[in-house]
């Protein structure tokens, strides 16, 4: 019994761990009526362990989408891996789950699975982490994939101020996270210069900000996360294909 309160307590903690970078889900969506742009993107994420992976959307046909992200640390034998499928419609995203594998040396695997049920309007987590959360009457909570959507979404409609409802994957909590415009910044991705624009996300002395590149239609190219403790960075390094 003692050492299956410790397992718990160890994958609790290595959820927390990474909760951070699990933003690194940056992502791009077109609706029914634009051509849909696949991509596969190089990202370097720097942490108290950095991890280099490839970013990869890609159409399933109708309306649906699958984006999967490969992260390591071969050094350090570590790993981030990340899988979703959804479908979006009139300007919203409905996800169909969401799972992650996380592997950090002397801490273990942790591996998590969301689904959705739309019918009865309940989300459950399976594999080292268990809940169900209802989210009847309220906004659809979206897992951190399908989040980057619709930031991508409301951020092409023009909205410079926003909630969307998150949830908390190793507590299975909603909660209402806001975003604001705060300006424009050129980033540089080998050689060639990409206009963001730039979100700022502030909850309990915790800035994020968000570079949302203009030119590559909307896709978030850059995540910032500084807090007390540590400056976590999440950035593309090459776009290996787009369109």
């Not at 807090?227 to 776009?239: F, G, Q, T, W």
Request: aromatic residues 12%; charged residues 30%.
């Amino acid at each position: 019994m003692k050492q299956l309160i410790q397992r718990k307590l160890s994958m609790k903690n290595l959820n927390k761990y990474f909760l951070s970078i699990i933003f690194i889900s940056l992502v791009t969506f077109l609706s029914a009526e634009e051509n849909i742009y696949e991509y596969k993107i190089r990202f370097k994420i720097k942490n108290v362990i950095s991890l280099d992976g490839i970013k990869e959307l890609t159409s399933k046909g109708n309306d649906s989408y699958h984006i999967i992200f490969t992260g390591k640390n071969r050094m350090l034998n570590a790993e981030l891996n990340q899988e979703a499928e959804f479908k979006y419609l009139n300007s919203k995203v409905f996800p169909k789950y969401y799972s992650q594998k996380i592997k950090v040396p002397l801490r273990g695997v942790l591996k998590q699975t969301i689904e959705y049920d739309f019918k009865n309007q309940k989300i459950a987590s399976s594999g080292d982490v268990n809940w169900v959360i209802d989210f009847l009457g309220e906004s659809t909570p979206l897992d951190p994939i399908s989040s980057g959507f619709q930031i991508r979404e409301n951020v092409k409609k023009g909205l410079t101020n926003f909630e969307i409802n998150l949830i908390k994957l190793d507590e299975g909590l909603i909660y209402k996270s806001s975003y604001s415009v705060v300006g424009e910044e050129v980033l540089e991705i080998k050689d060639t210069k990409y206009p963001c624009i730039v979100l700022e996300r502030t909850t309990n002395n915790r800035k994020t900000l968000y570079y949302v590149a203009k030119t590559l239609d909307f896709i978030l190219i850059k995540v910032e996360d500084d807090r007390k403790e540590r400056m976590i960075s999440i950035e593309a390094e090459k776009i290996l294909s787009f369109g």
